[in-house]
């Protein structure tokens, strides 16, 4: 598939200030938000609407596509065919101790690059399943499970993942799902996988504490090192 330029959707949130002044002549006070800068995407918690204080309207999120990647345990997604990723990739923000850094493709036909770490490389299908796996990170890590929160706490781990993607929407053959995999004691692989109608297997936060409960038993029997434990 073609890795043609990808403009950037837009979140719009407007906030309308009613002045409440019954002496004011002027009309209402209009306090427009701007979108989240480029390497800055924000984790938007789509259709929600909350009122502020006396005299402010109510306040809309418009849906980003990306919800049903909030869904934590959802494994395997299918998007609208209008969604499609930001043209910049950046990690949604989370309050967490842990980090999910870069970007690696494996595209998974004759000659598809394997791997890129460039998220430009990627094809549109790709791209999208890679952010949505960064928004599914995000979405976990707000709430982490006790588990991982072990494995960062007695290991040699430092709260490191690393987001890489299995692509395989330029060839003919499905791929076998997601998986987590400590490639190094100091890097979990975070590894979704982008199928060949362009849906996206991702992490679950299942698959989180089935991961970290084998990094427990195989650090625990390799003086703290975490190498080779995995879940699927």
């Known amino acids: ?3 043609s330029h990808i403009l950037r959707p837009h979140v719009l949130l407007p906030l309308v200030l009613a002045s409440s002044l019954a002496a004011c002549a ?6 427009g938000l701007s979108d989240d800068r ?3 995407i924000a984790d938007v918690e789509g259709d929600e609407e909350g009122e502020g204080e006396e005299g402010e309207e109510e306040i809309e999120v418009v849906d980003d596509g990306f919800d049903i990647a909030r869904d934590v345990n959802l494994a395997h997604l ?25 970007t690696e493709f494996w595209q998974r036909w004759p000659g598809g690059e ?14 999208r399943c ?6 599914r990170f995000s979405s976990i890590m707000a709430d982490a499970p006790q588990e991982i929160l072990d494995v960062l706490e007695t290991t040699n781990w430092n709260g490191r993942f690393f987001n890489w993607n299995d692509d395989y929407s330029g060839g003919e053959r499905s791929g076998q799902g997601a998986r987590l995999w400590a490639w190094r004691t100091g890097l979990i692989k ?14 679950t936060r299942d698959m989180l504490i089935a991961a970290a409960e084998s990094c427990l038993a195989t650090a625990e029997r390799n003086e703290g090192e975490i190498q080779g434990c995995s879940a699927r």
């Open 38 to 40: 480029a390497d800055d």
């Open 26 to 31: 002027a009309g209402p006070d209009y306090d």
């Open 1 to 3: 598939m073609s890795t």
């Open 130 to 135: 890679m952010y949505a796996s960064a928004v």
């Open 190 to 203: 975070w590894i979704s996988q982008t199928d060949v109608d362009g849906s996206c297997h991702l992490p």
């Open 78 to 102: 299918v998007f609208d065919e209008d969604v499609i990723a930001p043209d910049f990739y950046s990690v949604p923000e989370q309050d967490t101790e842990m980090g999910l850094g870069g």
């Open 114 to 127: 394997m791997p890129t770490f460039s998220f430009s490389v990627g094809t549109d299908f790709g791209q």
